[in-house]
């Protein structure tokens, strides 16, 4: 049986461990509030940026582009890219794993695919699972920034435009809330025409703008812009 003694300094360790999680929880908290923050000022940014392309869509639905699927329909296949976004520390639950087993799912479906992996959390994953990535694709999860975000973006758009592939998807974790996420798998090019149609996202097929656009110097010219930075 054991002394008063040593049930003592059981519960002082007990009270120890609850104060360091405590702390380890608030810090947490503070650093997903900060998150959804940043995501909230981006929306409207973002969202814009999709109804313009809705808009020019709209007025050119014949429009051709690499970065469009073609107009006779989503049957557009070819050698796929894989942007995987991971953390760069575990202990996170399923916020890794269901996105390392998706990933996975899409190796074995797709052997000849390529896997840019942010985060040493999947690196170190596709290494023990001896799935091969692009090891030169060194990026960190901490603390993204917008420089970051267009120099990714820059490197995929190398491989699209000299045709080393034909679509390029990203796998990362959706958080519903604080205690709920979910693994999303997401196409990024060729953009889906109908994606621009949503009636969140851009005009429904079929509305008339109440006020012409115009688009300069053209609307071709417009959207090689707008493209990239939708992806």
Do not use: C, W
Not at 91 to 114: C, I, T
Request: proline residues 6%.
């Amino acid at each position: 049986m054991a002394s008063s003694k040593e049930i003592q300094d059981r519960m002082k360790s007990i009270s120890d461990t609850m104060k360091i999680t405590n702390a380890m929880y608030l810090i947490s908290s503070s650093k997903l509030r900060k998150a959804r923050k940043n995501m909230e000022q981006v929306y409207d940014y973002f969202h814009t940026i999709r109804r313009s392309i809705g808009d020019i869509l709209h007025h050119i639905p014949e429009m051709e582009h690499r970065f469009l699927e073609p107009v006779d329909g989503p049957d557009f296949a070819g050698k796929r890219a894989y942007i995987v976004i991971t953390a760069d520390k575990g202990l996170a639950g399923a916020y890794n794993l269901n996105v390392e087993k998706k990933a996975e799912q899409e190796y074995h479906a797709h052997p000849d695919a390529r896997f840019f992996v942010i985060g040493q959390v999947g690196r170190h994953y596709f290494l023990h699972k001896q799935i091969p990535f692009e090891e030169d694709f060194l990026y960190s999860s901490q603390k993204p920034t917008l420089q970051r975000a267009r120099q990714i973006t820059v490197d995929l758009l190398d491989e699209v435009r000299n045709e080393r592939v034909q679509e390029v998807y990203i796998i990362y974790t959706r958080m519903k809330n604080g205690l709920q996420s979910e693994p999303v798998m997401m196409k990024l090019l060729p953009l889906s025409r109908e994606q621009f149609y949503h009636k969140d996202m851009g005009l429904p097929e079929g509305d008339e703008p109440e006020v012409p656009e115009e688009f300069f110097p053209d609307a071709a010219s417009v959207f090689n812009q707008l493209a990239p930075i939708t992806m």
